[in-house]
């Protein structure tokens, strides 16, 4: 189930961007956040902790369900699996198209690269 951000979480609004300048991250743009909007948001968390446990509880209920190590884990072999079978049916494209070729060349039909191409 798809949640909006305000459901398990305290969105922070930000000050525009700021460029990284070293690092890894070098010429990438992150967030300034504010700091303004983080004070009135740990304030509405000190002033409404029931709001906040209610808010930690589907967090964590779409943690467990989203990126448990199991879930994390079958979504990650999902995807190795179909990287594999596309490699096979790849490989398998590339011998019919070379046997093609092969037979192609056998029978003296000008193929692309043969040396045999019109002119």
Same mark, same amino acid.
């Given at each position: 189930?798809?949640?909006?951000? !305000? ?5 922070? *609004?930000? $000050? ?16 300034? +956040?504010?700091?303004?909007? #983080? =004070? !009135?948001?740990?304030?509405?968390? %000190? !002033?409404? +902790?029931?709001?906040? #446990?209610? *808010?930690?509880? %589907?967090?964590?209920? $779409? ?7 199991? %879930?994390?884990?079958?979504?990650? %072999? ?7 079978? $596309?490699?096979?049916? =790849? ?24 040396? *045999?191409? !019109?002119?």
């Amino acid at each position: 189930m798809l949640r909006s951000a !305000e459901e398990n979480s305290y969105p922070l *609004k930000i $000050d525009g961007l700021t460029e990284i300048t070293f690092g890894a991250f070098k010429g990438h743009m992150w967030a300034k +956040p504010s700091v303004s909007h #983080l =004070r !009135e948001l740990m304030r509405r968390v %000190v !002033e409404h +902790p029931e709001e906040a #446990l209610a *808010k930690g509880s %589907v967090a964590r209920k $779409d943690m467990v369900e989203k990126y448990s190590p199991a %879930v994390v884990t079958k979504g990650m %072999v999902a995807r190795l699996r179909k990287l594999v079978a $596309d490699k096979r049916e =790849r490989r398998k494209q590339a011998a019919v198209s070379e046997a093609a070729v092969e037979a192609a060349g056998a029978a003296g039909v000008a193929t692309p690269g043969s040396g *045999k191409e !019109e002119l």
